[in-house]
């Protein structure tokens, strides 16, 4: 097997050796930092409590609220010289986190990107355009570094703008994209509108990532534009994209470890979960000198795949992200994740591409709204069709949400489009 790096074909003790040693190494440079250093102090933790990479349930968690309560530099581990680069975290879900890099830094975080594009196959023969916004956003440099490193020519087209990004994949003839799931829709439903086949692009892989998306839209959107798809996962925490990466095998991310230890845990707890159980991942950087961060709570909810990977690779894969433990919603007392909703609607294959989850109180209960995008064709249809689609979607998701939503089927291209990261649910019950 041809890799980008050796690091790729080391075997579990291998790994197991380099992750005690580099934890070591991680908790005894983070103590270069107030915040750690009383943190573990109170913890009894140095460099020898720890035997195993298990060990590092010793560690106290670090999460959200504390690097906020840290911002901007309070995790700093080396002088503010070194640092060469910041970038912050979408900020999505409130203030942002800004994370410090050295040259170091941004030099393993480049390689590790290289990594995961060589793994699917992108070579310095490949044009890359790199189709997310750049400035703060990791997903930008993050990936472009990546594509430079592997002396691809790497067009940094930045978010939007479609008729200029179809303009230079044709042109420069780009072969590889880096998009977000949402833009991908916008892209395709562009060429489409236009008249075009957005099979004809030169395009034959494209990277989809940053946010949560299911297999079904991976199969509809591989099927359109015909190319391959792979997920990239990553957060600012943890650098940004390159924390793990499918492979050919499209079965699982690997996450590379020998750069992060990933544990995933019962998020009420904070326990390890059984084998193969979902829970959230807790990401440990390894190498990081600007701003190690010991067991991050993520707050993605994933879990380990069982077994070895085909493809011969030894570093543990993660089930895609089915949701983040703050993007559920609680309606009627049921427990929902926009994820569960997405799988089901996407089965139907007159649903088009997009949809949003509208919240509501009407004064006496929680209401919830799917508004589902349709395809064209449907809605010169019999009336009959759209309203047997419409009770044939609310009895499914009934089936998978045990509660039923009312259904709204919309025309296409009427919901509203996000150029970052897309927004599923409109929450409006506090605005009552
Ligand atoms: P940010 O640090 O602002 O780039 O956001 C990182 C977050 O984006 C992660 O914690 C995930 O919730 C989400 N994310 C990134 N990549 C993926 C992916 N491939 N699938 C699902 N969610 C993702
Ligand atoms: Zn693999």
Redesign the pocket.
Known sequence: MEVFDPAELWNREQIEIVQLSRLKSAIVHARNCAFYRERLEQAGIGPDSLQSPDDIRRIPFTTKQDLRGQYPAGLLCVPPSEIVRMHC??G?TGAPVAVCHTQNDVNTWADLMARCLYMVGVRREDVFQNMSGYGL???GLGIHFGAERLGCMTIPAGAGNTRRQIKLIRDFRTTVAHILPSYALILGEHLRSNGENPRDLPLRIAVV?????TEEFRRRMEELFDIKIY???????MN?PGVGFECTEQSGLHIWEDAYLAEIVDPETGDPVPAGEVGELVMTSLCREGMPILRYR???LTRFLPGECPCGRVHRRVD??LG?TDDMFIIKGVNVYPMQIEEVIMTFPEVGQNYLIVLENDGVSDIMRVQVEVRDECFVEDMRILQNLQKAIARRLRAEILLTPRVELVESNSLPRAEGKAVRVRDLRDDK
Do not use: K
């Not at 997920?231 to 925490?237: A, P, Q, T, V």
């Open positions: 975290s979408s999505t956003f990791t997903g990532g940053a946010e949560p998306y997920n990239s996962y990553g957060l600012s925490e940004g993520t707050r993605d895609r992200i983040r």
